[in-house]
């Protein structure tokens, strides 16, 4: 079974940047479109972006359009989420997850990690 880890969280200023890690391992590593969420405390989960299998397609919220950005490397099995010009209500669990299917356009996520805690905060 497809099995995700996250990593890079932390504590970061407010305008500071981070990029995030997650690492994928078993079945079918390519086959799997990732998708980035996030939830802060008291609020609802919330998407974040989304890549294609291939790296060919991205999607993004449009909240997250300019300061976030997602990519992949196939090769080194990893899925990256790289942020900046970060705020405090950017301070969430941050969480990637893996639908079944190479298409962002599927809507549910089956596979997901533990998360990693992103903290903003001067």
């Known amino acids: 079974q497809l099995q995700l880890e996250e990593s890079g969280g932390g504590l970061v200023q407010p305008g500071g940047s981070l990029r995030l890690s997650c690492r994928l391992s078993g079945f079918t590593l390519d086959g799997y479109a990732i998708g980035w969420f996030r939830q802060a405390p008291e609020k609802e989960r919330e998407w974040i972006s989304c890549?294609?299998?291939?790296?060919?397609?991205?999607n993004y919220a449009d909240s997250m359009k300019g300061r976030f950005t997602i990519s992949r490397d196939n090769a080194k099995r990893t899925v990256y989420l790289q942020m900046s010009s970060l705020r405090p209500e950017d301070t969430a669990v941050y969480y990637c997850?893996?639908?079944?299917?190479?298409?962002?356009?599927?809507?549910?996520?089956?596979?997901w990690g533990q998360g990693t805690q992103v903290t903003v905060s001067a």
């Open positions: 997850a893996a639908p079944p299917s190479t298409s962002c356009d599927y809507g549910r996520y089956d596979y």
């Open positions: 890549i294609s299998s291939t790296g060919g397609i991205t």
